[in-house]
């Protein structure tokens, strides 16, 4: 049995707000899927035992005045249904989201209406989908995970591997925030806003660490895990393709990167 296609949830401030749009890439053709039970842009997405666990973002797709939502929903792949689940504890547009393979994690994002890298966020929230619950970094005197080191939205997903999540630079505003003013080399934030910085959270611990930064600041990408080129050494490698350098606060537009992030464990 061919393995299922690869699933893409959009929202845009056209007629077609809110649809799922699937690629099958057997047949090099895209169809439409069940629509989501809520209508968001800038929500964060993934895939965790056969479902789409999908939440938060900018209500129906408004990128010029939309509240951010807490919303939360999954999809069952086999079953082709969605279903909603509680929301997370803090609503976050432009946040991070991946799984270990046993619990759903959010991380960072902007809190802000409207797409806005104003008000960045550290939140840590972590989903447990046996027992339907969320626990976040604003509840660390009961237990809760430890927010990440510097808040910001635009990483992408975050990816998995060894153990630990990885976060890749993303952007906040430089007109003062609670980071201070742009550029900041400590941190690995650059004078427009972007970070070459890559975070790590190991959940078995509940511990953060900065691990060897990006050669180019960047954020608004898609990080995605493979395998190096043999020429790179073979074994896992992160690939960073498509990025902006430069807030949209001060207007930028993107550039065509494909970067290879390598040996980021060593």
């Known amino acids: 049995m061919p393995p299922p296609p690869p699933w893409s949830l959009t929202s845009i401030e056209t007629p077609g707000q809110g649809r799922m749009q699937i690629y099958n890439p057997l047949t090099s ?6 629509n989501p039970e809520h209508k968001a842009g800038a929500a964060c997405a993934t895939v965790l035992r056969g479902s789409i666990y999908y939440c938060g973002g900018l209500r129906d797709g408004n990128q010029k005045s939309g509240p951010v939502v807490p919303t939360c929903a999954v999809f069952n792949i086999p079953m082709g249904t969605w279903s909603s689940i509680p929301p997370m504890p803090y609503a976050v547009h432009h946040a991070s989201m991946v799984t270990d393979g046993n619990f759903v994690y959010v991380v960072g994002g902007r809190n802000v209406s409207k797409n806005s890298v104003d008000s960045p966020v550290a939140f840590t929230q972590i989903y447990n989908p046996e027992t339907k619950t969320w626990r976040s ?11 990440m080191p510097y808040g910001r939205g635009g990483m992408g997903p975050g990816i998995s591997m060894y153990g630990s999540l990885y976060f890749f630079g993303g952007e906040v505003s430089c007109r003062g925030t609670v980071l201070g003013r742009c550029p900041n080399s400590t941190i690995g934030l650059t004078s427009t806003g972007v970070f ?5 959270y190991t959940p078995a611990t509940d511990t953060w660490d900065r691990v060897f930064p990006m050669n180019v600041p960047r954020h608004g990408f898609y990080p995605v895990l493979g395998t190096a080129p043999r020429s790179a050494g073979g074994g896992p490698a992160v690939y960073v393709c498509g990025a902006g350098n430069i807030t949209p606060s001060d207007f930028a537009g993107l550039v065509a990167l494909v970067m290879l992030v390598h040996h980021i464990l060593k």
């Open 137 to 147: 970094s604003g509840q660390q005197l009961t237990g809760g995970p430890k927010a």
């Open 196 to 200: 070459n910085r890559v975070d790590r």
């Open 29 to 34: 053709s895209w169809s439409y899927g069940p």
